[in-house]
């Protein structure tokens, strides 16, 4: 265990460097580190400037072709009826030099020195009278924008329904009136963003780290005072970051779902109690449930797993503070009590993390506009419902400490249109909150929507069938691509050569041009490849309807990727955007080439295998497109091995992602050509932000120093994100760098800046608040076993691919002995034989071994190497509660389903069969069992299941006539049918993307999954959860 004052890796220099965020990037490809700005300007590849590659290609001339048996030629350029015809002579048309704005990741890196204001505790506010004068009619200077719940493709559908404050959703549109108090009415403008770009004459930024605000760059003092403590975290997996806190348990319900538990939009409130008087009083109200305070036996009590989803444990705040607090689905910590002092946080070998879903879809969100968004002056952090007011004219920051002036249009508030309560404020009132943003916050005007689409149609693409689908979903969903009238649309495709789409608008038809020299790739006339969707739609569908039967007949085996996502880069520069990629193999040819690394008779072994990317080609790319704002997608459709450890990269460092399909086949796969629709289905059209930053601070004393996720670390601890998208998740980890002795409460919060597909720029901040605690005992009871779990999954796979698998693997396990013994020999006083765990951490053992047994890291399975790194992907790029059920699959009998105990939202029942243990020991042939595994649910049917659950609910008369494949179950006019497609159909809506179903009888090779996600069961190669725990108590009393 590392002490403070002992650097348990490292000497100074390094913890330094690894606290700003440096080290933590170095090596592991997963960490994005720090982003060397000589690979961002790293000549050679492709790397021309920004705006200044059109003046390096050189002319050339575009030679006659003759459809396909001519693509050795230079670069060809036919229209799209004629492909087969020999096509025109064109002279390379001159490339338009489009100006690009300038570098985005210049400047000066800054560090994050410690912060030096003192930290005293907070001071009570004033309490301030309140009117009750809730009703007063919504002033319509302020836009509480509610997104109608149709809109958010799958959140909880019981939306408890806030103060409707207008109806008026149109962000754009929504005018200024005057409210009472003529001296304020200047201050409010008509929508920050879209009035405020005045032809470019806005001030413009160096970087997105003046825009958005350094953390604690006010006070530049770079030493690094406690340099040992911090590093301990970082780099010393195997032994764990100490820290966790746990205070609270869990009340006697645990949290309530969530849809209903969060703060229902601005409420009119009396001011929240958060000074220090109040502190007290919040400890005081500290509420153990008698349940939570419980030391188990685990050899005892094997069966900890409740009966319904787990919930997160709620911190143990005053309730007036908790009730502000933010949504644990957007914001949670691992240890829900802060540890003191880093010692502390040593102490309980816990990682002390955040994990974050910050731009999820949301049922409702209030948006404000104001011409000020007031912010701290010293560390400029938003001001959120956790500062506290000294007085009607000071807040101060609780974050850094920092004494503001209330700037005087704060003093109004505009729901109640009274004056003098800025307390009473929808930023104070709302843990999560949009704003719209101001010109200050845009480096250029908010670039149009661009998506581009890169398909491979090289023979192995050809026969699988997936150019079908995929121009059919985007035929189906055009109109429904998130953007405004300046959408813009493009297509490449690509085998050996590339090939380019004239959508301009008035041609007659879509021209294809033909570029085969991969070498130097150019584009060809690039303003008309990236056209307006709206002038060009016919073409676009035109394009569309002819593209799955172009290539039919291609014998082009060869790949030309890298190549093809230069030219991409190239054509999407000026403006950024998203790249849909879509590939079926390795790629062959030109730059990026990647050669077959898989050796299947070391699929099972944990050594040797390769999970670090064979080039940097891919990288390097993502990190260029990173800085022109482009993020790219990649869709992988392939049953071959493509390294995606090097593929992934492009996704991974452009905050994209990464999809997987193996073996897709449009005829023999019926169930990926599903999943593949639906999939599309949502990506296409679910909310989508552009040209994004992100910045977590946290309370002085606190460091973050590890991210995790898809993104490029940007400067320090600003996270660069081309796009975000709702379906991504985050982790960081963090240290304490000082004692917290002196304050009760932390605060953490995130800052999204993006530029909506509306072309607004929006800032959309998430706080979240917990309190700090000084003994071993409150860390442990405060522990939030979920995030704790998925905070050492992502850990897990840096390790993997820095260290080895094994060691990941043995780093789990440490992860639990550690923790597990520390509780023992410091806060148990009576050592009783047997495995004593916290009530809070009763789940530890058993989510620790369905990690080691998840794909991403288990071992002596025939696991093919890119669906090991795919699940990796998966880690860093999920939401918790996807990375949980991953992980941990809930199983449900289903064959018994019964009206007690059920939901019923909107006129629906829908039955809630008890969760049950992952053990075949909870298996009978005599009945039906759906295991909900996330991305893909399984509905294992008995043999003995009986006529009455075939008849009515698969709709079959035997079990013999179930169908090898089925997918679907029918929608019978039986009650047994309706309570299990409603079963079925609301677990669907839980989540984004449409889990596949699978019926699954004993002879079907599905089976074997099924079982394997019996993670409680031993295996071949892996412990019994009986055993494991076996082996943890004998770790952990040794
Ligand atoms: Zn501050």
Redesign the pocket.
Known sequence: MSQPGIPAFGGTLTSLQAQNGAASASGSPYTNGPIQNALMSSQGYNSQLPGSYPHLIPAKTLNPVSGQSTYGGPQTVSPLSSYQRPGQTLHRPPVASTPVTSSLHSGPVPRMPQ?T?HNSAAIPMPSVSFHPGANLPPPLNWQYNYPSAGSQTNDCPNVSSGPTMSGNTNLTSHQYVSSGDPSLQNNFIKSGITSSTNNGSLVVHNNYDEIEGGG?L?TPQLTNKNPTISRSVGYSYPSLPPGYQNTTPPSTTGMPPSSLSYPSGPQAFSQMPLGANHLTASMSGLSLHPEGLRVINLLQERNMLPSTPLQPPVPNLHEDIQRLNCNPELFRCTLTSIPQTQALLNKAKLPLGLLLHPFKDLVQLPVVTSSTIV???????YINPFVSFLDQRRWK??????V?DVPEEFMYNPLTRAYGEPHRRPEVQNATIEFMAPSEYMLRPPQPPVYLFVFDVSHNAVETGYLTSVCQSLLDNLDLLPGNTRTKIGFITFDSTIHFYSLQEGLSQPQMLIVSDIEDVFIPMPENLLVNLNESKELVQDLLKTLPQMFTKTLETQSALGPALQAAFKLMSPTGGRMSVFQTQLPTLGVGALKPREEPNQRSSAKEIHLTPSTDFYKKLALDCSGQQVAVDLFLLSGQYSDLASLGCISRYSAGSVYYYPSYHHQHNPVQVQKLQKELQRYLTRKIGFEAVMRI?CT?GLSIHTFHGNFFVRSTDLLSLPNVNPDAGYAVQMSVEESLMDTQLVSFQSALLYTSSKGERRIRVHTLCLPVVSTLNEVFLGADVQAISGLLANMAVDRSVTASLSDARDALVNAVIDSLSAYRSSVLSNHQPGLMVPFSLRLFPLFVLALLKQKSFQTGTNARLDERIFAMCQVKNQPLVHLMLTTHPNLYRVDNLSDEGALNINDRTIPQPPILQLSVEKLSRDGAFLMDAGSVLMLWVGKNCGQHFFSQVLGVQSYALIPQTMTDLPELDTPESARTVAFICWLREQRPFFPVLYVIRDESPMKANFLQNMVEDRTESALSYYEFLLHIQQQVNK
């Open positions: 912060h204001s604690f006010a912010r701290c002056r010293s560390c400029r952090t920051c609780n974050l850094c400490y920092q503001n601070r002085k």
